[in-house]
Each structure stands twice: as C-alpha cells, then as structure tokens.
C-alpha cells in the first residue's frame, strides 16, 4: 500500500550503545572491533507491530593503517620506535623493564638503563630512587656515608640522603660497619654521652655504659666526677673509682 511505502521511506535517527577495541597488529597498522544495539524512534524498521521502537544489533570490524609512516611512539613513551629498536626497549610498552620511570624519562631525564630495574645496582628500583625517596639512580650511595642507598631504606632504616641519620657525629657506614653502634640512637649504650663524644673525645666503648668496669657510667666519671672513664682506679690508691 501506498502508505507502507511511505513508512519505508522515512529516515529516523537512532541512539547507539556498545563499545569496542583497537589491537595493534604491527607498527603501521591496527585491528578494531565493535559492536553494540542501536535503538530507533521508528516502529517501521521491520513488519511487526509491536508498540515498541525497534533496534537492531550491528558489529564492525576496521583495519587501520598509516598509508606513510612517520616513526610513531606507538607506547607514548617518549621514544619514537626507531630509537626504542636501537636501545633495545619495547615499543609497545612504555615501562619496558617495570621500574615505574617511562623508557624515555630513563633515558633523556635520568640517564638510567630503560632496560634493567636497578641501574646502579643498590637494591633500590629506578622508580624507587626517583620518585619515592629521591636518592640517585646512578650512584649506589647518594649521601656518601659507605652504606648504599637499598641498605639504608631496607635494613638499616637510616635515611639515604644524611651522612649521619641520628645526628652524633658519627656517619651512618662508621657505626653500622665500624662501631657496631645503632645509626638511629645519638647514645646507643645509654650513658649520656653521644656515640661520637665517646669514640672521638673520650675515646670510650660507645657500646658500654662503663667503659672500665669500676661501677661509675662513663658520663658521671667524665662530668661529674673528673675521673679518668679508661682506668678503674684513676688516683691508683688501691679502690675502684
């Protein structure tokens, strides 16, 4: 009938809903599929009679291809893909060694290894140094203290960036290899007297609280009775001080 061919004629605007997905299938060209339900405001698309607007599903397939390439950054990375096949790293992945720095801020902005997590070897990740406790990635210990950078965090506890974390005088390498002396206690045996008074003024255990063994703490011989913390009996009279 007349007005059936009419109904067939008219064009109605439809609402899509899906949604899709690219896949690279080389450096110049990509796979796409989608698909979803597309609802009409006619009742006319098909020959039932429902009182209901009809829809019907659709699924495209898309090949995407650079017709010229201009050496992309498919991975965003910062490192086009002639310069990632030179170095080594992935151009599809923007981390190519999981560090947590992008493969081109390793190489333009800290000048680390894209290829390998912990360029200097401390035991600290690239990403670790960088962005969490700001050491160097290049240099195992940053502060120059004789412990590396993954000791200090991880064992030790010191803080990598102060020669000396607790402030007495001694570095953090000094106490920790040397005097045996806790790097994060000004006075580790106690007696008043900092670490570093003791190894480099009195020359005193820092690990004993009595150096002599003559019953007084080094710090009452030293400042409240001016005896000698090194002889148990100072005035050699037979006693123990």
């Keep these: 009938p007349r007005n059936a061919r009419n109904d067939y004629k008219r064009i109605t605007p439809y609402i899509p809903l899906g949604m899709g997905a690219e896949f690279p299938i080389s450096e110049q060209s990509m796979f796409g599929i989608s698909g979803g339900y597309n609802l009409t405001m006619s009742e006319n698309i098909d020959d039932i009679k429902s009182g209901t607007k009809d829809g019907f599903w659709s699924i495209t397939l898309n090949v995407f291809a650079f017709i010229k390439s201009e050496n992309p950054d498919l991975d965003g990375d910062k490192l086009f893909n002639d310069d990632e096949r030179k170095i080594g790293t992935d151009p599809l992945n923007p981390d190519t060694d999981g560090d947590s720095l992008k493969d081109g801020e390793e190489v333009y902005t800290y000048k680390t290894d894209p290829l390998k997590k912990d360029t200097d070897g401390d035991g600290l990740t690239d990403g670790e140094e960088v962005l969490k406790y700001h050491t160097n990635p290049l240099k195992k210990d940053t502060d120059g203290d004789l412990l590396t950078d993954g000791d200090e965090v991880i064992t030790y506890h010191t803080d990598p960036?102060?020669?000396?974390?607790?402030?007495?005088?001694?570095?953090?390498?000094?106490?920790?290899?040397?005097?045996?002396?806790?790097?994060?206690?000004?006075?580790?045996?106690?007696?008043?007297?900092?670490?570093?008074?003791?190894?480099?003024?009195?020359?005193?255990?820092?690990?004993?609280?009595?150096?002599?063994?003559?019953?007084?703490?080094?710090?009452d011989e030293i400042l409240k009775h001016k005896t000698d913390p090194l002889n148990p009996d100072t005035d050699a009279g037979g006693m123990p001080d």
């Excluded at 102060?162 to 007495?168: E, L």
């Excluded at 005097?179 to 206690?185: C, D, F, R, V, W």
Aim: aromatic residues 2%; hydrophobic residues 25%.
């Design 161 to 219: 960036l102060k020669v000396d974390t607790d402030g007495d005088s001694l570095s953090d390498g000094e106490e920790v290899l040397t005097y045996h002396t806790n790097p994060l206690k000004i006075d580790t045996d106690g007696d008043t007297l900092s670490d570093g008074d003791e190894v480099m003024k009195h020359h005193t255990d820092p690990l004993k609280a009595d150096t002599d063994a003559d019953g007084l703490s080094d710090s």
